[in-house]
């Protein structure tokens, strides 16, 4: 049962476009999302958040959209950097779940 | 301040032996997540537990499996009588409170020969 889906296992974008990461959701109560970058060989690491109550979170090259009727968030890297190659994961949680929820990844990959 | 340390980052075992992985939550952290990631899938959470209990092990396998988190030291994942299957990444996270993100460190692979 996959509550959290990354349909997209990956994703090439040429360096100074834009990049867009797509999640989808099932579970209505979750109230709280974020997203996380790994690199090969390291832990996650958490890049940005969006509560329930925005539709938009923003930090520097980094914007998460949320829409809630579609169960739907994404994540916009503009522009995108050689740097940014890496696997971002979407996780959730919220108020009937004490954990995090993480879907299976996107492997990003930003070409000069 | 050091983040979530895990050790070893490499652990080869054979098939039947017992794997013990270690986790330094960040200082000042009490809650502490195990996380498994198998080959090409994402993070499938395991357990949480705060200081000397646990709150969830509700992605623990029921045997062979367990996990401590004591007032004094590390937190501990065990793996008794590991098969091929066990073989994964296992990622310890930590975080102040359950509302904040959280902290990963950067895992132990676990080979199981």
């Known amino acids: 049962d996959q509550q959290v ?14 990049s867009i990461l797509n999640c989808d959701y099932t579970n209505s109560m979750f109230d709280y999302f974020l997203w996380y970058k790994k690199y090969p ?3 996650p690491t958490f890049l940005i958040s969006i509560s329930s109550i925005k539709d938009k979170n923003e930090d520097g090259r980094f914007t998460v959209f949320l829409n809630k009727s579609a169960k739907h968030l994404s994540l916009h890297i503009v522009p995108s950097q050689p740097g940014d190659s890496a696997v971002y994961f979407c996780a959730a949680m919220g108020s009937n779940t004490d954990k995090l929820i993480f879907g299976t990844g996107t492997r990003l990959q930003v070409f000069p | 301040n050091a983040g979530v ?4 980052r490499h652990l080869v075992r054979r098939r039947g032996q017992e794997a013990r992985l270690r986790c330094s939550p960040v200082k000042g952290h009490s809650h502490v997540y195990w996380y498994r990631q198998l080959p090409e899938e994402g993070l499938k959470f395991m357990v949480y537990l705060q200081k000397e209990n646990i709150i969830d092990e509700s992605g623990m396998p029921k045997e062979r499996f367990s996990a401590e988190f004591p007032k004094e030291g590390p937190s501990i994942l065990r793996i008794q009588q590991v098969v091929r299957g066990d073989s994964a990444a296992y990622f310890c996270a930590s975080s102040p409170d359950a509302n904040s993100p959280l902290h990963f460190g950067n895992g132990t692979r676990l080979t199981v020969t």
């Open chain 1, 41 to 43: 060989a390291e832990g």
């Open chain 2, 5 to 8: 340390m895990q050790n070893p």
């Open chain 1, 5 to 18: 889906k990354q349909n997209s296992p990956s994703l090439s974008v040429q360096e100074g476009r834009i």
